[in-house]
């Protein structure tokens, strides 16, 4: 793939409003709060896009396009069972608590709630998921200019984390959700040519049916049992594993999307913005995972498109995506779908990087290192932390290039984190007994049973690390509903367990921190206005959306 | 004019502006003048200029409180 001017011209604008975007977020920033925080000021529209934006990273663009081309429609579950139930629970549920609470982050809830070593738990793996998140967003990204484009690793590499550096270190928080608003649209203008030029090529989505299997084009009909569909999964396991305990395990705690929630301007608008952001969230798949399967369709129909191939022969769908921007896009286009790839890399390691910030200043340092230190000077260590920040995602993209494996292990073990991590959430806001030994046990026994489930199984080669496999699985990704699922129940098991052999605290301690103790909160809103109308018109949607693909 | 540029729909309409812009000239100098998917830079230049128009426009007739973060 050759770039020509206006290509690099188009690339350079993008790049010069990321910068000017920090410049303007500078202007606002005044205190810690408004750095790390965004001053709790951003408006709806903006916070549902940032949430939606900051889950869009490069990882789930292209992996997506690659799902879609290898399991077909079936990978809409990730958005219509995986996320946006979740997320209408994250608003109509769980916001009141974390908003009305005033914890200033999700490990500064468990510590309202529970204890500080809870916290410090949370708190500690999340700072080291982000890190190691953000580096392998930086890493996919170099990989893919170097394969694409030719250009130098190292360049990719600081380049990229300097332009995300210069725009987080002025403008924090404010600064990378006003990008990330940015970056939605970007993506949004620079993927959907794809698709419409795709579709009008191969004869719209009837030709996708009559030349895929059905089973690819279809996401309920073919989930009566494991065999029957590409994805390996049955509706059971989907609708527990993916739809309750990965989606809601990772909407519902994962600080990075919840941040940006959070910042919203009042509690009413901090419960609609998960809401509002399943709209576009439900429409995602059209430019996600519809190019995957124009993909496939081209392939098997012998126009002139081919996805490269691995070292070791097999098709790599990860380059759905850049293959199909290479094969449609004239130069020009060509330069803002280039742009859009690197606006969602970029978008992925901001969230981590701002994230990351918050919870070491706030969870690690103020409540471990210094308390009670003026605020300038939590500003200044903000600052810090953001270069800290991006120093060790560099450090992890260089890693990830050397000890690829590891990275993929890391990344499947962090996934398991959020499932254990939901169980606590759910018995500490549902009800007053669970103690802070009970938790921390829980997420310790939870998170440590994850692992384990994950060397005694073995799935498409990976896993199975013991020695010896219990549990067999068709597909990676039914390994990771199982994983999760166990994760889940054993954390909830042993919180339980342990939170009876320990004394609860005193009622009068739990009072906006959990549900029957805490006052309900009417939104005063007309009724067109309040998230549970947003809610059922989402949930209306989505069915529709089920039915039309079922 | 320093209140616009603070407003995030202004950015992001002088943005769509600049691309959609230099997307429809190259469209222009590349081919057909009908707007069809053969054309794809036209077809997306025009978009975002229509995009651009409407969010510009937005900043200006509503504009967003002096804090607030619009």
Same mark, same amino acid.
């Given at each position: ?41 951003? #408006? ?99 990989? !893919? ?9 190292? !360049? ?6 300097? $332009? ?54 279809? $996401? ?37 999307? $919840? ?116 605020? @300038? ?32 292990? !890391? ?67 039914? @390994? ?71 | 004019?320093? @209140? ?12 769509? !502006? ?13 081919? #057909? ?38």
């Amino acid at each position: 793939m050759q770039l020509q001017f206006v290509d690099y011209a188009l690339i350079g604008i993008y790049f010069l409003f990321v910068i000017g975007v920090g410049l303007v977020a500078k202007m606002k920033v005044k205190t810690a709060g408004d750095f790390l925080l965004s001053g709790r000021s951003t #408006p709806l529209w903006i916070a549902s896009l940032a949430f939606i934006s900051a889950n869009l990273g490069a990882q789930e663009l292209i992996g997506m396009c690659a799902s879609g081309a290898k399991y077909g429609a079936m990978t809409a579950h990730f958005y219509w069972v995986g996320a946006i139930p979740a997320m209408l629970f994250l608003g109509l549920f769980m916001m009141p608590f974390y908003y009305g609470s005033r914890a200033r982050s999700v490990p500064e809830y468990l510590a309202l709630r529970f204890d500080e070593k809870t916290r410090a738990f949370n708190a500690l793996t999340f700072a080291i998921m982000t890190v190691f998140s953000s580096g392998v967003s930086l890493y996919a990204l170099a990989i !893919l200019l170097e394969a694409l484009l030719k250009w130098d690793f190292n !360049l990719c590499v600081f380049s990229a984390a300097l $332009i995300v550096m210069a725009y987080t270190y002025v403008g924090g928080l404010t600064s990378a959700i006003y990008n990330e608003v940015l970056q939605f649209c970007l993506i949004v203008f620079g993927i959907a040519p794809v698709v419409v030029a795709g579709l009008a090529q191969i004869g719209g989505w009837d030709a996708i049916t009559s030349t895929l299997p059905a089973n690819m084009t279809h $996401i309920w009909a073919y989930t009566g049992s494991a065999e029957a569909n590409p994805m390996g999964v049955n509706a059971g396991s989907l609708i527990l594993g993916l739809g309750f305990f990965l989606s809601f395990g990772y909407w519902c705690t994962d600080y990075l999307v $919840i941040q940006r929630a959070m910042a919203a301007r009042s509690l009413g608008t901090a419960q609609t913005t998960p809401v509002i952001a399943t709209f576009p969230k439900a429409l995602l798949p059209i430019i996600t995972i519809l190019p995957g399967l124009i993909a496939i369709v081209l392939l098997k129909t012998g126009a002139s498109f081919a996805i490269p191939l691995k070292a070791d022969g097999r098709t790599d769908f990860d380059l759905t995506l850049p293959s199909l921007l290479a094969h449609y896009y004239p130069h020009g286009l060509l330069g803002i779908g280039l742009t859009a790839l690197l606006a969602s890399f970029m978008s992925g390691m901001a969230g981590n990087v701002t994230a990351f910030n918050s919870v070491v200043v706030y969870d690690l340092y103020e409540t471990f290192v210094k308390a009670k230190a003026s605020d @300038q000077h939590y500003l200044k260590v903000g600052k810090i932390v953001t270069i800290l920040g991006i120093a060790l995602s560099i450090g992890t993209a260089y890693v990830a290039r050397g000890y690829n494996n590891i990275m993929d292990l !890391l990344q499947l073990v962090f996934g398991f984190v959020n499932a254990p991590l939901f169980a606590v959430f759910l018995l500490g806001m549902s009800a007053k007994r669970p103690t802070g030994r009970g938790a921390f046990s829980g997420l310790m026994v939870g998170t440590a049973c994850a692992f384990f489930a994950h060397g005694a199984s073995i799935a498409e080669g990976k896993g199975g690390w013991l020695g010896f496999s219990l549990f067999h699985f068709s597909t990676a990704m039914a @390994q990771s509903f199982f994983i999760a699922i166990v994760a889940f129940v054993v954390c909830f098991v042993v919180t339980i367990a342990v939170s009876f052999s320990s004394a609860a605290r005193p009622e009068s301690e739990l009072k906006g921190l959990v549900y029957g103790l805490t006052d309900e909160v009417s939104v005063k809103a007309p009724w067109y206005k309040a998230p549970g109308f947003y809610a059922i018109v989402a949930t209306v949607v989505t069915l529709i959306l089920n039915v039309l693909v079922w | 004019m320093g @209140q616009l540029l603070q407003d995030l729909r202004f950015i992001i309409g002088l943005f769509f !502006l600049t691309t959609g812009g230099v997307l429809t000239a190259q469209g222009l100098i590349d081919g #057909p003048m009908q707007l069809s998917v053969a054309n794809l830079n036209l077809g997306s230049g025009l978009a975002m200029l229509v995009f651009a128009v409407a969010m510009l426009t937005l900043s200006v007739l509503t504009p967003a409180p002096a804090t607030g973060g619009h």
